[in-house]
């Protein structure tokens, strides 16, 4: 069962709050019936939904893997105006949002979908979905300190939960790690490398769970296949 309002604007009719107007303006029946209170609930597969006089088909749902550049905003309405990552997506009509986010300055594996099911269930800690990062530091790290990536660290809204760290290479003066995680807090993986003294240069999310961006260049996109869209819902 779902929110009238809320299946509308899944079903690309409009935003959620113009769906209400709708629904209040008596321009929407269920079964045959005008209903104008807001608190109704409906069965997508079973009511029969009239907007306009037009019956609704419900809106498939798509999944989308993308290679988010750096300088795009993952909020889908920013105040500053800035690029938002669903303006890479074109030709694609269903209204689709990204599954958490990722910073600004972020690069990386995002999923965006119109699968609200989805989302929360890969968004909810109890699944532990293995986030993979590489990440350019300043400085040197030296194995000792990492240690402290498994054992937790203590950042302002508490401690980590275990991750796992692994040093790739020297760059100059700046080191790249390979950093797992399976929280999501807000710059999780900046204010983690921070606290050790060796702030962030450079942050891209290489994998989410067995989804990697093999291939896919920044900017572009593809749609999950069936497999995949599958394995996600075992999550
Ligand atoms: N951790 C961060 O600090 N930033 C991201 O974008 C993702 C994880």
Redesign the pocket.
């Given at each position: 069962m779902e929110r009238l309002q809320k299946y509308m604007a899944h079903a690309g009719i409009a935003s959620r709050r113009k769906s209400e107007e709708l629904i209040q303006d008596g321009k929407v029946k269920v079964n045959g019936q005008v209903i104008r209170e807001l608190g109704v609930k409906i069965d997508p597969l079973k009511d029969k939904i009239e907007v306009e006089g037009k019956q609704l088909k419900p809106e498939k749902n798509v999944y989308i893997l993308l290679h988010k550049p750096v300088g795009y905003v993952t909020t889908l309405d920013d105040p500053q105006g800035r690029p938002i990552v669903t303006d890479l997506i074109k030709g694609v009509k269903e209204r689709i949002y990204p599954v958490g986010?990722?910073?600004l300055d972020?690069s990386g594996l995002l999923i965006l979908t119109n699968d609200g099911e989805m989302t929360n269930r890969l968004m909810h800690p109890k699944h532990e979905i293995v986030?993979t990062?590489v990440a350019l530091v300043k400085g040197k790290p030296t194995k000792v300190s990492l240690q402290a990536f498994a054992s937790g660290l203590e950042l302002e809204d508490g401690m980590t939960a275990p991750a796992t760290v692994g040093i790739l290479g020297n760059k100059g003066k700046n080191t790249t790690l390979k950093i797992q995680i399976h929280e999501g807090r807000n710059?999780?993986?900046?204010?983690m490398c921070q606290t050790l003294g060796h702030p962030?240069v450079k942050?891209k999310?290489v994998s989410l769970g067995f989804l990697s961006l093999d291939g896919l260049t920044v900017g572009k996109w593809r749609f999950l296949r069936r497999d995949e869209i599958k394995q996600l819902k075992t999550y």
């Amino acid at each position: 069962m779902e929110r009238l309002q809320k299946y509308m604007a899944h079903a690309g009719i409009a935003s959620r709050r113009k769906s209400e107007e709708l629904i209040q303006d008596g321009k929407v029946k269920v079964n045959g019936q005008v209903i104008r209170e807001l608190g109704v609930k409906i069965d997508p597969l079973k009511d029969k939904i009239e907007v306009e006089g037009k019956q609704l088909k419900p809106e498939k749902n798509v999944y989308i893997l993308l290679h988010k550049p750096v300088g795009y905003v993952t909020t889908l309405d920013d105040p500053q105006g800035r690029p938002i990552v669903t303006d890479l997506i074109k030709g694609v009509k269903e209204r689709i949002y990204p599954v958490g986010r990722l910073d600004l300055d972020t690069s990386g594996l995002l999923i965006l979908t119109n699968d609200g099911e989805m989302t929360n269930r890969l968004m909810h800690p109890k699944h532990e979905i293995v986030k993979t990062y590489v990440a350019l530091v300043k400085g040197k790290p030296t194995k000792v300190s990492l240690q402290a990536f498994a054992s937790g660290l203590e950042l302002e809204d508490g401690m980590t939960a275990p991750a796992t760290v692994g040093i790739l290479g020297n760059k100059g003066k700046n080191t790249t790690l390979k950093i797992q995680i399976h929280e999501g807090r807000n710059r999780q993986v900046r204010r983690m490398c921070q606290t050790l003294g060796h702030p962030v240069v450079k942050l891209k999310r290489v994998s989410l769970g067995f989804l990697s961006l093999d291939g896919l260049t920044v900017g572009k996109w593809r749609f999950l296949r069936r497999d995949e869209i599958k394995q996600l819902k075992t999550y």
